[in-house]
T-cell receptor, first 113, second 115 residues
């Protein structure tokens, strides 16, 4: 079945470091791809999304490009801040088929000053 | 605009009991989806309600059920609780059907502990 695989965490970085969180997916067809973020004690928030191949989603300095050839949607940020410490979830869905979100297991990011 | 609210935030129950969780969506949103989050299984979709009808269902046993009211508020019920039902239950609302690609807005969750 369809699935999402994220890199194992936790990821520990110093402030202003470059961030990459890997995400690959297995799906029949071409899903929409999402990154959600969960701050401590809060629900998930949509960070960015891409709906077709080569689309780049971006928000708050974070970027991810939908790579059909490698079935990937890696999250990147050039300079992380302490406030970026959270759990990041990669997810997919098939809007045309009306399917629900399928999430990866999540990657915990911890940024220290 | 107020966000998605869930009540209660924390709950402790014993095996065999039943529990009802409540979710109030963002005003104007007609879709409510429920997810279970556990350390082992991650985030898993339970079901989605739109205009008081269940539109989509995940792979959970019949002990998990839900409903939606005319004001779009939703409840989910778990009967005959098992230890493995301990989890954070998240509710998400969207204007249109989530399965159609609408952006979902999540509540803070209800943390259920089954003893």
């Amino acid at each position: 079945g369809d699935s999402v695989t994220q890199m194992e965490g936790p990821v520990t970085l110093s402030e202003e470091a470059f961030l990459t969180i890997n995400c690959t997916y297995t799906a029949t067809g071409y899903p929409s791809l999402f990154w959600y973020v969960q701050y401590p004690g809060e629900g998930l928030q949509l960070l960015l999304k891409a709906t077709k191949a080569d689309d780049k989603g971006s928000n708050k300095g974070f970027e991810a490009t939908y790579r059909k050839e490698t079935t990937s949607f890696h999250l990147e940020k050039g300079s992380v801040q302490v406030s970026d410490s959270a759990v990041y979830f990669c997810a997919l869905s098939f809007p045309q088929a009306g399917t629900a979100l399928i999430f990866g297991k999540g990657t915990t990011l911890s940024v220290s000053s | 605009k107020a966000g998605v609210t869930q009540t209660p935030r924390y709950l402790i129950k014993t095996r065999g009991q039943q529990v009802t969780l409540s979710c109030s969506p963002i005003s104007g949103h007609r879709s409510v989806s429920w997810y279970q989050q556990t350390p082992g299984q991650g985030l898993q979709f339970l079901f989605e309600y739109f205009s008081e009808t269940q539109r989509n269902k995940g792979n959970f046993p019949g002990r998990f059920s839900g409903r939606q009211f005319s004001n779009s508020r939703s409840e989910m019920n778990v009967s005959t609780l098992e230890l493995g039902d301990s989890a954070l239950y998240l509710c998400a609302s969207s204007h249109g059907m989530a399965g159609a690609g609408e952006t979902q807005y999540f509540g803070p969750g209800t943390r259920l502990l089954v003893l």
